[in-house]
Every structure is written in structure tokens, then in C-alpha cells.
């Protein structure tokens, strides 16, 4: 009875994440494909003819290779730099006493409701005063910090013993010291944590740089492929080859560090 | 403390800078000079409250939310609770299966299933006419456009909450479970006196954070029926940035903008008042 249960469940389980995947099996199957053939009926699961043709066209052509690297500078810059101010703002929340912190962190977290998309139109404005629209700034300067990651910094700076720090302190060791020594090795899970969800919302965005980039050379890999989209409503295997493209990076991203992200996702969920 | 500037210039300034534009009828014009923009009081919201499509918008975002957000909940759940029981294995690398269109990219899957929805060619119509069933006209139908997305969306992010649903799943004690035995309740008993009041606060902040995302609902419809077919998936964020960055009435739009805020805040203080009665 038991073992009956044990396989109807894993058939169960199986059968639905091959549905999951499915999506994605038919769309790196069909990047394979030549011209057509991806439009027929029945559908073709596997290409007839094997063919790299729609990636060649892609990069000859289509200058998907730019994108590739507007979304990657993109990406990693970000990372970097919004963990560099968010880990101190994180620290300083966590360790420091100074006048208003509470009333200031509060103040933070409960403006994490506000929809991004309020803040979209004065940015915009902002930017195109300073002359920034339509540069990688546009992007960079709006991703400098979020409120998201000193939270999430701040957390697990808490549980960092106050002696640690007092010692180093009695050791002569200034404020900056501190933090590069003692906080940033302490913190390196969290922070690779908050890396890896830094680098996929960017790649991932397109609303913002839908918005903010207006000319082709500047363009992220979705806001192109949506672009690419109007053109090629009838090339779905020039399609899939552009969307295999884009996914893939933070497919292997996500899988050679998931453990880091989903227990990011678990701290988030469980400490609310 | 340089992130605190940064986002005090990058988000608070825009954000009360936002209000202040939708209380003017900055345009294209102002665009070229912001001196011509004028205050124009709350006339904005009121033709806001006298646009049909405006209406046609927030009915469209609501039904997507009411009905995606359960869905997506109730699906996360089950995956969730098979995943949890003793007698699976693999757990991994099922979790990771079905966490996998999460991290993937909104645009890229939005196009890749704007192809399996083809009427056509589409493989879902291939798969469903296994079964007899008739070609549907996925995004091309004003009755079927919605129930697409939702699908889609829900496909998208059920694998973010079954992750934070095993979480707190695994914090219900063990022990409450064997007394339970003890005293000869049966699996659904256990389910229903242990398992959902113990995870009625993991499940209040699913449904709040499910909420706040799909109210913001965007690149799905613009990316599958750019809004169609008759605007029968226009959602707020996408009319909000038709009007705003496509015919630049940023007054216009900024009140959009705050409009969607406003709805977001109630429903957070609801859960949150859900949430204080469950504690």
C-alpha cells in the first residue's frame, strides 16, 4: 500500500515538472530548428534537421552580441557596487548607535510598498536633466542601493558578536578596517545571496530600461527581444534561439549557487 | 552614509516629486520646458475616475490578481506539502525543477509562450486536442486572453512560494503531529487542526507578497497581446506607461502611478489586519 502510494506520488511529481519544463525543452528544440519549421502541424518536438542557423543569423545580424554585453556589464557592475553600499548601510544599521536609526530603518521598510513604477516618471525627468538617458548611468544610478538589501544585510549582521568588534577596536583598527576585515568575510553567505538576487532582477528587468534606453546600441537583452519580437511574430525559431540566449546565463548562475539563493528566499520568508 | 543618500535622492525624491506632478498637466511640451507645466489641482484623478479605460484597466489588473494570486498559492501549496512528505525522493532535484521558471526571464518565457499558445502551432492546442479537445485562440480571444496570462503567470511563480512554504512547513514542531497520532486523528484532521492554522502566517505572507507582484502585472501582456485583443489584458503598469512614456501625459500617468499605490497599500493593511487576527 505504502510503496503503491510512493510510486503513484513520484509519477505525479515527475509528470508535472515535465510539464514545468516543457516550456523550455520546445523552446531550445525549436532554436535548432531551420526557418518554418517550428510552424507546422503537428508540432515537431525534436528538430528534423539540426541546424545553429538562427544563432548565427542572431549574431551576424542581429547584434544580439551587444546586448549580451550591455546586460552583463550591466548586471555585474550593479552587483558590485549596490553590495558595496548596501553592506555598509546594512552594517551601520546593525552595529552602529546613532540618533533616529530606528525611526529611519522603519522608514525604509515600510516604503518597500511603494510600487517602483511611482518612482519611474520623476526618474526619468531627473535623468534626462542631467543628459543621462539613453547611458548605462540610467540604469546604474536607480540600482545603486535598495532598501530590500540592507535589510537582508542587516539581519544577519545582528548575530555578529559586539566583542569581535570591540577587540578590533582596542587593536587599533579603524571603522573602515572594521568592515573590510571582520564584516564583509563574516558576511560573505549573505552576501553571496544578495549577489546572485542583485544580478538576476537586473538581467531580468525591463520595464526600467524599456524606458530609459531609447537607442538600439544601448538595449538590455529583453527590452531587444521584445523589440526583436515585433519584427519576427513569424520566426518563432529565431525567437526561441534569442530567448535561449537570455536565459541560459542565469540559468547557470542560479544553478551552480541555488543553495545561496533559495536560503535567501527561506531568511526572507520566515523572518517577516 | 552613501546608500542611505542614494536612495533618499533616487526613490524618496521621485517618489513625493511624483505626487506633485500628478497634480499638473505636465506633458510633451513641459518635457521641453518644465515651466509649462501648470498645477491643475486633483482635476487629473477626476478624469482618471471619468475614463473608461481606466476602469477597463483596474478591472482587468483586479481579475488578473484575484484569480492568478489564489491559483498560484494554492498550487505552491500542493507542491509544497508532496515535496515535504516523507516518502518522496529526489526532493532537490524536484524543488529545483520546479523552481526553475522563476529565476528565468519574464520577457524571454512571455515570448517563448506567446508560441505555445499559438492557435495553430501552438503545442498546448496539440496537447489538449490529445484529449479531444478544440483548438482555443489563446491570446486572440477577448474571453480566453486573461485565463493565457494567467496560466502563464502562474507556471512563472508558484515555484518562489512552494520554496517559502517548505520553509514553514518545516517549522511546524514534529511533536504536534506524533500526539496528534496519539489521540487517532486521521491525515486530514492533521491537515486541517495542524498544518493551515500553523502555517496561516507563512501563508498571509505569500499572499502578500504574491499580491504587491501581480498588481504590477506588465511585461506578460505586453510582451503576448500588447493589451488585446481589445484591451481585455490592459493592466494598470501598462497603462501607466502607454500614457506616460508613449503619449508623455506624465501628469496623467503620475496619477496612474499613485492609483496603483493606493490600491497596493489597502490590500497590504488588509492582510496585515488578517494577519494580527491569526497571531
Known sequence: ?272 | MPALLAIFCFFFIPVLAAFFISFTDFDIYSLARFSNARLVGVKNYVVLLNDPLFWKALKNTFIFVISAGPLSIVVSLIAALLLNSKLVKYKAIFRLTYFMPVVTTLVAVAIVWRFIYHPRFGILNYCLGLFGIHPIDWLGDTFWAMPAIVIMSVWKNFGYNMIIFIAGLQNIPQDLYESAEIEGANRWQKFKSITIPMLAPTTIFVSLITMIGYFQIFAEPYIMTQGGPLNSTLSIVQYMYQEGFRWWNMGYSAALAFVLFIIIFIGTLIQLKLKKSTD
Open chain 1, 1 to 272: 500500500m505504502i510503496k503503491l502510494k510512493k510510486i503513484l506520488l513520484h509519477i505525479f511529481l515527475l509528470i508535472s515538472g515535465l510539464i514545468t519544463l516543457m516550456p523550455f525543452i520546445w523552446m531550445l528544440s525549436a532554436s535548432f530548428m531551420q526557418d518554418g519549421h517550428a510552424s507546422v502541424y503537428p508540432p515537431r518536438f525534436l528538430p528534423d534537421q539540426f541546424t545553429l542557423i538562427q544563432y548565427f543569423r542572431l549574431f551576424s545580424r542581429l547584434n544580439i552580441g551587444r546586448y549580451f554585453l550591455n546586460s552583463l556589464f550591466l548586471a555585474v557592475a550593479i552587483t558590485f557596487i549596490s553590495l558595496f553600499l548596501n553592506s555598509m548601510a546594512g552594517y551601520a544599521f546593525a552595529k552602529y548607535r546613532f540618533k533616529g536609526k530606528n525611526f529611519l530603518f522603519n522608514l525604509l521598510l515600510s516604503s518597500m510598498i511603494i510600487p517602483a513604477q511611482v518612482t519611474m516618471l520623476p526618474l526619468f525627468l531627473m535623468l534626462k536633466t542631467m543628459g543621462l538617458i539613453n547611458t548605462y548611468l540610467a540604469i546604474i544610478i536607480p540600482g545603486l542601493a535598495n532598501i530590500f538589501g540592507i535589510f537582508l544585510i542587516r539581519q544577519y549582521a545582528l548575530s555578529i558578536p559586539d566583542s569581535l568588534i570591540e577587540a578590533a577596536r582596542i587593536d587599533g583598527a579603524s571603522d573602515f578596517q572594521i568592515y573590510r576585515r571582520i564584516i564583509l568575510p563574516l558576511c560573505l553567505p549573505i552576501l553571496t545571496t544578495l549577489a546572485i538576487f542583485t544580478f538576476m532582477t537586473i538581467w531580468n528587468d525591463f520595464l526600467w530600461p524599456l524606458i530609459a534606453l531609447t537607442d538600439n546600441s544601448m538595449y538590455t537583452l529583453p527590452v531587444a527581444l521584445a523589440n526583436l519580437m515585433q519584427e519576427h511574430v513569424r520566426d518563432p525559431e529565431l525567437m526561441m534561439a534569442g530567448s535561449v540566449i537570455t536565459i541560459i546565463p542565469v540559468i547557470i548562475v542560479f544553478l551552480s549557487l541555488q543553495k545561496y539563493y533559495i536560503s535567501g528566499i527561506m531568511l526572507g520568508g520566515v523572518k517577516e
